[in-house]
C-alpha cells in the first residue's frame, strides 16, 4: 500500500535519526593479513574505538585474507587492513592502521559535525 | 520509500555516492602513502593475490613473529593505557583467549592481580620506577575465576625519545611448581616434628662433622639449648666433651660415615645435671639422588630401651618355639619362590631329612613316588596364583614308614602385598584316617553281624517304634526291615503289644533290664500258629544318661518249648514206667520171698524138730534148703540186679578207706576160705587209701570178686588182694586167684548175667549174676572193672576207683573243739592231747578232764582214720586212744601211727573198759606206752598225762619193729 506520507520534517527526521543512530547496532568486520605490525595495530585501534563509543553495541570480526584471499573478492578489497562497516547501512569503506580516529569515527557517524545535519556526506 | 524520486534528489543521491567513493580512493591513496597499508589485493588471472608491502620488514615481522610465537612463556604487551598491543600463543594458551579477541582490551579485562602483601605491590611499583623493569612472584586471578601463581618480568617499552612505549609482561605458570613446593614444605614439617616427637636422638651434621640440627628430644636430655651445639663440630658438644677418648672415638667414626660406612656402636653420653647414660648410636650417611653424600645422620637409642625390645623378642621367640614344639603337627616354612631353604626342625624331626636334603624341591623326595608329581604340580599352582596350597600325600617317616598326611600352606605378605614367605603344615591323619577306616569296617562288621545273627535284634525309640530292626527279627515278625522303621509295635506284632508295653513300662520304672522274659503268641509271618520267644529288653540311655529307647534281643524257642513238653510228657511215662517196674520189683520180691520163706523156714522146721530126720531126709531137707537158700540168693541177686538196671539204686558215693572196707570183707570171707582150704592174703595197712565210693555196695563188691576167686580156684591155692596207686587219683585193687583161668573168649563173656562160663555143672553154686552186679555198681560208682588171665594159672579180677582225700572234719567241729579250752597264762606252754574215741560219752568225759588242766588242749578224732590225719597234721604231744574203734582198731591205729616217721614219736596212751590182764599185756605189747582202764581214777589218769608228756619231752622213741600183717 502506498503509504502517503508528506516528506519528513528536517529537524524531527533528523533528531530521531540521530536518536536512532544512537541506539544502532554496529556490525564491522576488519580484514587483515595475519599478525603484521599494521595489522595488529589496526585491530588494537578500532577496537580502542569500540571500546570507547560502542560500549556493548557493537561486533567486530577479523579477518585474516593472508590465508584466503578469496574472501577480499567478496568485498572488494584492494588494500588491507581495511574496516568495512557492515551496518548499520549505508557500507562505509575504511583503509589503514586506523590510527585516523577522527576520520573513522566521522565515517562511522559518531561524530556530529556541521555538514550532517544537512545530510549524510 | 516514497515512490518517486526527483531527479534531483536522484542526483544529489549518485552524487554522494561518488564523493564517498572518491573519499574512499582518496583515503586509500592517502592510507598507502602514509605506510598504514601492509597489503593490497590484486586481483589476477589466478584469482585475487595479496601482495605485500611490508618488504625487508615483512620477513624480520614475521620471523620476530615465529619466535615470539615459540617463546613459552606468555608474552603481553600493553600502551599506556593498558589496553593489550601484543599478545602471544603461549599467552593464548595460558588465558585461554585468542589473540583477536583480546588486542585492544585492557589487561584487567583478562587478570587481574593479587599480591601475598600490600608491601609486595608497593615493591614492584617502585622498582618500575626505579629501574624500569620488575620481577617477581604473584597470584593472577583469571576471567574465569581461577587463580594462577605466576611468575612475571614486567619491562617499561620506551621510545627512542624516551617516552613511554607501554609495558611488556612476560609471565610463566608456576602453579605446578608452587604445588611441589607445598607439598614438600609440608613433608619437610611433617618429618620435622616426627623427629621432634622422637624419642629417639636425631640429628643433622654436615659432612665435616658440624651438627646443623638436633631434636628436641636431644637437647631436653642433656638440658642444654640448641644454640649451645648447633653450628659446632658434633664431638665438641656436650653430650660428648666429657671425655676425650669418647671425643676421638666420635671423630673417627664421623670420618668413617662420611667416607659411606655405616657406624654404630654402644656409648655412655652425658644427660642432664652430669649423668651417664648408655645408647646404642649409629651415624648414617645421607645421600642425594646422584649418590652422593650431603649430610651425616646421627642417632641413637636408649640402650635399656634396646634392651626390653630385645628382650621381648625373645620372649616371643620363645614362646613360638614353645609352642612350636608343643605342636604335634610338623610347621615349615618355604621362600617366596616355594623353595624349603634354612632349618625345618619339625620337618627334620619327622623325615629325618637333613638341611641338605630337602633345600630347594629337596622335600618332595620325603613324599611317596606315586604322590609327588601331582603334589608338585599343585604345589607351583598354588605358588602361581598366591593362593592357599592343599593336599593329601603320603611322607616317609625316619624310621621308614609311610605315614599318610593333610598338608596346608598359606603365603604370609608383606604390607606391600608381595609375598615375604609360605607357612605350611603337615597334619599326620594315618590313625585317623586308619580309625575312620576301622570304624568303618567295624560298624560294617556290626552291620553285617546285626543282620546275620540268628537271633532278633531291634530298637525302639520311648514311643516303642521301630527304630533298627535285624533281619532274623524281622522275619519273625513276618514283616520286612523297611516295613518296620518308624511304625509302631502295636501295628506290627498287635498280639504281643500288651506284655511289651507292661514290660517296657516296668524298665521305666525300675531302670533295670527285663531278661529273660517269655513271650507267646502269633506274628504275622505265621498267622494261627503260637510260637514263643525268649526276650530280654534294656533300656538304651543317651549321654546325659536319659532313657532314649529299649533295645532287646529276642530268640525264638518255639521248637525248644515243644521239645520241652515232649521231654516232659517222656519223663513222666518214663517216670511212670519206672515207678510201675519199682512197684513191680518190689511185689515181685515180695511174692517170691514169701513162699520162700515158708519152704525153707519149714525145712528148717524139719532139720531141727522134735524128731529128728532120718539120714535120707536129711539129705532131702539139706537138698531143699540149699535149694532154697539158692533161690533166695539168686532172687535177692536178681531184684538187685534189676533195681540196679532200672536205675534207681541210691549210692551214697563218700570218702570210704579201703582198710575199712577190707578188714569187713576180711571178715566176712574167712570162714569160706577156710572151708574150701584157700589162703587168702589181705594188703597191709601202711598207707590209709580212701576212693569214691559207696560203702556198702563196695563191700558186696568186694566179697563178690573175693568169694569167687575162693570158689573157682584150684586145691590149696591161694588168693591175693592188692591195692595200688594206678596213677594220680585212681586206685587199683586186685584180686588174683591161682584157679584154671580164662581164655579170651571166656573173658569176653564175663559180664553176661547168666552165663556161668561152663560152671553150671561145677561143684560151686553160682548164680551168673555177681559179676554183672559188680560191674554195674562199680561203673556207677564212677570206676571201671576188668580181667586178666592167663589158662592155666589164674585171674586176676581188677576194679579202678577214684582216690579220694581222707574225709575232713567240717571246720565248725574244729572250731568247737578249739572253743572248750581256755587259753593257757602267759609263760606257760600249752601241749595238745589227741583222743581218739568215737564215744560222744567219753569224749565229753575227757573234756571236762581236760578243761583242769590249762597246759593242754584236746583234740578228739571219732575214728582212727581220722585220729591218724589228725596225728599227722596237729602234731600233738600225747595221744589217747580207745582200742575199740569203728573201722581200724586202736591197736592198728597204734601201729600206723608208729610206722609213720611224722607221728612216731608221739606217745600214744590206751583207754579202754576191757580190763583183763590179757589185754592189758596185748597192749603194752603192742606198744602202748600206757593202758588206762575205765572206769578212770581221775588222780591216776593225770599222773598218767603227766608221766607220757615228761616221757615224749626228754626221750626219744625206737622205732617199733613191724608186724606182718595178717
New interface residues.
Given amino acids: 500500500m502506498?503509504k502517503k506520507t508528506a516528506?519528513p520534517n528536517d529537524l524531527a527526521a533528523l533528531e530521531a535519526a540521530a536518536a536512532a543512530r544512537a541506539n544502532a547496532r554496529y556490525v564491522l568486520r576488519l580484514y587483515v593479513?595475519?599478525?603484521?605490525?599494521?595489522?595488529?595495530?589496526a585491530?588494537?585501534?578500532?577496537?580502542?574505538i569500540?571500546?570507547e563509543h560502542l560500549q556493548g553495541r557493537y561486533q567486530l570480526e577479523?579477518v585474516d585474507?593472508?590465508q584466503q584471499?578469496?574472501l577480499?573478492?567478496g568485498e572488494q578489497?584492494?588494500?588491507?587492513?581495511t574496516l568495512i562497516k557492515k551496518l548499520p547501512l549505508?557500507l562505509?569503506?575504511?583503509?589503514?592502521?586506523m590510527?585516523q580516529t577522527e576520520?573513522i569515527l566521522l565515517g562511522l557517524d559518531l561524530r556530529e559535525t556541521k555538514s550532517s545535519h544537512h545530510?549524510?556526506? | 520509500m516514497t515512490s518517486r524520486t526527483s531527479p534531483e534528489a536522484q542526483l544529489r543521491a549518485e552524487n554522494a555516492e561518488l564523493r564517498a567513493r572518491l573519499a574512499e580512493a582518496e583515503d586509500t591513496l592517502r592510507a598507502i602513502r602514509s605506510n598504514e597499508v601492509d597489503a593490497l589485493v590484486i586481483d589476477t588471472a589466478n584469482g585475487p593475490q595479496i601482495f605485500s608491502l611490508q618488504g625487508l620488514d615483512a620477513e624480520s615481522n614475521r620471523m620476530r613473529g615465529e619466535l615470539l610465537a615459540q617463546v613459552g612463556d606468555s608474552v603481553i604487551a600493553v600502551d599506556g593505557e593498558e589496553r593489550i598491543t601484543f599478545f602471544n600463543a603461549a599467552a593464548q594458551r595460558q588465558y585461554g583467549l585468542r589473540s583477536d579477541d583480546v588486542l585492544g582490551r585492557k589487561l584487567p579485562g583478562i587478570y587481574t592481580h593479587h599480591w601475598p602483601a600490600p608491601e609486595a605491590e608497593t615493591a614492584k611499583c617502585k622498582a618500575l620506577r626505579d629501574h624500569g623493569e620488575w620481577h617477581g612472584e604473584s597470584v593472577q586471578r583469571l576471567h574465569d575465576g581461577r587463580e594462577v601463581h605466576v611468575e612475571s618480568s614486567i619491562t617499561i617499552l620506551r621510545r627512542t625519545d624516551g617516552a613511554d612505549a607501554g609495558t611488556l609482561i612476560v609471565t610463566r605458570d608456576i602453579s605446578a611448581r608452587k604445588q611441589q613446593e607445598d607439598t614438600l614444605r609440608e613433608s619437610q614439617q611433617f618429618a620435622r616434628s616426627v623427629l621432634e616427637n622422637l624419642p629417639a636422638f636425631v640429628g643433622v651434621m654436615t659432612v665435616d662433622g658440624t651438627l646443623t640440627d638436633a631434636n628436641r628430644a636431644s637437647m631436653e636430655a642433656a638440658g642444654i639449648p640448641a644454640s649451645e651445639v648447633i653450628g659446632k663440630k658434633f664431638w665438641d658438644c656436650y653430650w660428648w666433651s666429657y671425655s676425650p677418648e669418647i671425643q676421638a672415638q666420635l671423630r673417627d667414626a664421623c670420618k668413617r660415615a662420611a667416607g659411606g660406612e655405616r657406624v654404630r656402636y654402644d656409648v655412655p653420653v652425658r644427660m642432664a645435671g652430669d649423668t651417664r647414660t648408655w645408647i646404642d648410636f649409629q651415624i648414617s650417611p645421607l645421600r642425594d639422588t646422584k649418590g652422593r653424600i650431603t649430610h651425616l645422620i646421627p642417632s641413637a637409642m636408649d640402650l635399656a630401651l634396646r634392651h626390653e625390645a630385645e628382650g621381648k623378642l625373645r620372649e616371643s621367640e620363645e614362646r613360638f618355639r614353645v609352642a612350636l614344639s608343643a605342636v604335634s603337627d610338623i610347621i615349615w616354612t618355604y621362600n617366596a619362590a616355594g623353595e624349603m631353604d634354612g632349618e625345618q626342625p619339625l620337618w627334620s624331626a619327622f623325615t629325618g631329612q637333613r638341611p641338605e636334603d630337602f633345600r630347594g624341591f629337596g622335600w618332595s623326595k620325603a613324599v611317596h613316588p606315586e604322590d609327588a608329581q601331582p603334589t608338585i604340580e599343585a604345589w607351583n599352582l598354588a605358588v602361581a596364583e598366591k593362593r592357599m596350597f592343599e593336599f593329601e600325600h603320603r611322607v616317609r617317616r625316619h624310621d621308614g614308614e609311610w605315614r599318610l598326611c593333610t598338608v596346608r600352606a598359606k603365603p604370609v605378605r608383606y604390607p606391600s602385598g608381595e609375598i615375604r614367605e609360605w607357612v605350611g603344615v603337615h597334619t599326620d591323619i594315618t590313625a585317623s584316617r586308619h580309625s575312620a577306616t576301622e570304624l568303618q569296617r567295624v560298624n560294617s562288621l556290626l552291620d553285617t553281624l546285626l543282620h546275620t545273627a540268628p537271633i532278633g535284634f531291634c530298637f525302639l525309640d520311648r514311643d516303642l517304634r521301630f527304630v533298627r530292626i535285624n533281619e532274623r527279627l524281622a522275619q519273625m515278625n513276618g514283616v520286612p526291615v523297611e516295613a518296620h522303621l518308624g511304625r509302631h509295635a502295636s501295628e506290627i506284632v498287635p498280639a504281643l503289644f500288651e506284655s511289651l508295653r507292661d514290660l517296657t513300662g516296668r524298665i521305666l520304672t525300675t531302670g533295670e533290664a527285663e531278661l529273660n522274659h517269655e513271650f507267646s503268641g502269633e506274628t504275622p509271618a505265621t498267622p494261627g500258629v503260637t510260637r514263643f520267644w525268649n526276650e530280654s529288653w534294656y533300656p538304651v540311655r543317651d549321654g546325659a544318661g536319659e532313657v532314649v529307647g529299649f533295645g532287646a534281643v529276642v530268640e525264638e524257642i518255639t521248637e525248644r518249648k515243644r521239645a520241652e513238653s515232649d521231654l516232659r510228657v517222656a519223663k513222666a511215662r518214663a517216670e511212670k514206667a519206672n515207678r510201675a517196674k519199682t512197684d513191680f520189683l518190689s511185689s515181685m520180691s515180695h511174692e517170691l520171698r514169701t513162699p520162700l520163706n515158708s519152704i525153707l523156714g519149714f525145712a528148717q522146721l524139719l532139720e531141727s524138730g522134735a524128731s529128728p530126720p532120718t539120714p535120707s531126709q536129711k539129705r532131702s531137707i539139706d537138698q531143699i534148703l540149699r535149694a532154697g537158700w539158692h533161690l533166695l540168693d539168686l532172687i535177692t541177686e536178681i531184684l538187685d540186679l534189676a533195681v540196679i538196671e532200672s536205675g534207681n539204686v541210691m549210692l551214697s558215693l563218700d570218702p570210704v578207706s579201703l582198710t575199712d572196707v577190707m578188714l569187713d570183707c576180711r571178715a566176712m570171707i574167712e570162714p569160706q576160705a577156710q572151708q574150701r582150704g584157700i589162703g587168702i592174703q589181705f594188703p597191709r595197712f601202711e598207707t590209709l587209701h580212701f576212693v569214691k565210693a559207696d560203702r556198702t555196695r563196695l563191700k558186696q563188691v568186694l566179697v563178690n570178686l573175693v568169694f569167687n576167686a575162693i570158689k573157682y580156684n584150684k586145691p590149696e591155692g591161694t588168693v591175693a588182694v592188692e591195692v595200688t596207686l594206678k596213677s594220680p587219683g585212681l586206685v587199683r585193687i586186685c584180686v588174683r586167684d591161682t584157679g584154671a583161668g580164662l581164655a579170651p573168649a571166656q573173658q569176653a563173656q564175663l559180664f553176661q548175667p547168666f552165663n556161668r562160663l561152663g560152671q553150671e555143672r561145677g561143684a560151686e553154686e553160682g548164680t551168673g549174676i555177681g559179676l554183672v552186679v559188680t560191674k554195674r555198681l562199680v561203673e556207677l560208682m564212677g570206676g571201671t572193672v576188668g580181667v586178666d588171665s592167663t589158662v592155666g594159672v589164674g585171674s586176676t579180677f581188677w576194679i579202678e576207683l577214684s582216690q579220694t582225700a581222707a574225709p575232713q572234719f567240717a571246720a565248725a567241729d574244729l572250731a568247737y573243739i578249739a572253743q572248750v579250752q581256755p587259753q593257757p597264762p602267759d609263760g606257760v606252754p600249752q601241749h595238745t592231747l589227741l583222743y581218739i574215741e568215737d564215744n560222744s560219752a567219753n569224749q565229753a568225759l575227757i573234756e571236762q578232764l581236760i578243761a583242769r588242766r590249762p597246759d593242754m588242749r584236746l583234740l578228739c578224732a571219732a575214728d582212727g582214720e581220722a585220729g591218724i590225719a589228725f596225728a599227722r597234721d596237729y602234731q600233738p604231744a600225747l595221744i589217747l586212744m580207745d582200742i575199740t574203734l569203728p573201722g581200724i582198731s586202736g591197736v592198728e591205729v597204734l601201729q600206723i601211727l608208729q610206722k609213720d616217721p611224722s607221728t612216731a614219736h608221739i606217745p600214744i596212751v590206751a583207754l579202754s573198759a576191757n580190763a583183763m590182764p590179757s589185754d592189758i599185756a596185748k597192749g603194752m605189747d603192742a606198744g602202748f606206752l600206757n593202758y588206762i582202764t575205765k572206769p578212770i581214777k581221775v588222780d591216776q589218769f593225770m599222773d598218767a598225762l603227766d608221766q607220757a608228756l615228761k616221757f615224749a619231752q626228754t626221750s626219744s622213741r625206737r622205732a617199733v619193729p613191724q608186724k606182718a600183717s595178717i
Fill in positions: 502506498k516528506p593479513t595475519g599478525t603484521t605490525r599494521q595489522s595488529m595495530r585491530i588494537v585501534n578500532i577496537r580502542t569500540c571500546e577479523v585474507i593472508s584471499p578469496a577480499a573478492k578489497i584492494i588494500a588491507a587492513p549505508p562505509r569503506r575504511f583503509i589503514g592502521d590510527s576520520r545530510s549524510p556526506a
